[in-house]
Nanobody
Framework: VQLQASGGGLVQAGGSLRLSCAAS????????MGWFRQAPGKEREFVAS????????YYADSVKGRFTISRDNAKNTMYLQMNSLKPEDTAVYYC??????????????????WGKGTQVTVSS
């Protein structure tokens, strides 16, 4: 599976962005997927995950109620809708996939495939 994240940019605090992660391969629907982020000088951290069918999701406490993860298996694409953005959301955001259909609060070393990151910058 090859993953390509897009949709990052510069936004003011309180604004919104939607990230997309396009995947190649016919087995997209069999993978659970997730979003991670890495801020300068910090470890990469879990943001959200979604199971193969899209009906089970998990979020980091820091983004609950503001971010929504979703997927469209017909389009081989996963999304992260980010609302009420804060300066502390500034980071490079990565999408990732794992060779299992079940989602959980993933750790980065447990993921099997990674996309290149997309920069999200939130100004105060």
């Amino acid at each position: 599976v090859q993953l390509q994240a897009s949709g990052g940019g510069l936004v003011q605090a309180g604004g919104s962005l939607r990230l997309s992660c396009a995947a190649s391969g016919r087995t997209f629907s069999s993978y659970a997927m997730g979003w991670f982020r890495q801020a300068p000088g910090k470890e990469r951290e879990f943001v959200a995950s979604i199971n193969w069918s899209g009906d089970s999701t998990y979020y980091a406490d820091s983004v609950k109620g503001r971010f929504t993860i979703s997927r469209d298996n017909a389009k081989n694409t996963m999304y992260l809708q980010m609302n009420s953005l804060k300066p502390e959301d500034t980071a490079v955001y990565y999408c990732a996939a794992v060779n299992q259909p079940i989602a959980t609060v993933f750790v980065d070393y447990g993921m099997d495939y990674w996309g290149k990151g997309t920069q999200v910058t939130v100004s105060s």
